[in-house]
């Protein structure tokens, strides 16, 4: 299966804007997806993260509260909405399989994902 992420682009602090993460290959109904994010001269950093089914939901405390993520299954979608920007949450995101979320939970370890797309470049300027 190949994930792309789309729906990038450049936004001032304080706005807001909305990921797509959509898969080819198969339907992702089964799995958990996680959002992940790699800024310039850093290490890729996980993001959020969601069951299969919607009803679980994980963040990380940088952005726990301003980013909500949401799926449609029968769109074999996964989104990131992302509010309040920063211009530190500059970067480019990922979004990744989890197939180890139905035994172990969900997590932020991004060595746990797998199926990495394609990034879309989000740049949040002062």
């Known amino acids: 299966v190949q994930l792309q992420a789309s729906g990038g682009g450049s936004v001032q602090t304080g706005g807001s804007r909305t990921l797509s993460c959509t898969a080819s290959?198969?339907?992702?109904?089964?799995?958990?997806v996680g959002w992940l994010r790699q800024a310039p001269g850093k290490e890729r950093e996980f993001v959020a993260a969601?069951?299969?089914?919607?009803?679980?939901?994980f963040y990380a405390s940088s952005v726990k509260g301003r980013f909500i993520i949401s799926r449609e299954n029968v769109k074999n979608t996964v989104y990131l909405q992302m509010n309040s920007l920063k211009p530190e949450d500059t970067a480019t995101y990922y979004c990744?399989?989890?197939?180890?979320?139905?035994?172990?939970?969900?997590?932020?370890?991004?060595?746990?994902?797998?199926?990495w797309g394609q990034g879309t470049q989000v740049t949040v300027s002062s």
């Open positions: 290959g198969r339907t992702f109904g089964s799995d958990a």
């Open positions: 969601i069951n299969f089914n919607g009803q679980s939901t």
């Open positions: 990744a399989l989890d197939p180890n979320a139905w035994s172990q939970g969900l997590t932020n370890m991004p060595e746990r994902y797998r199926d």
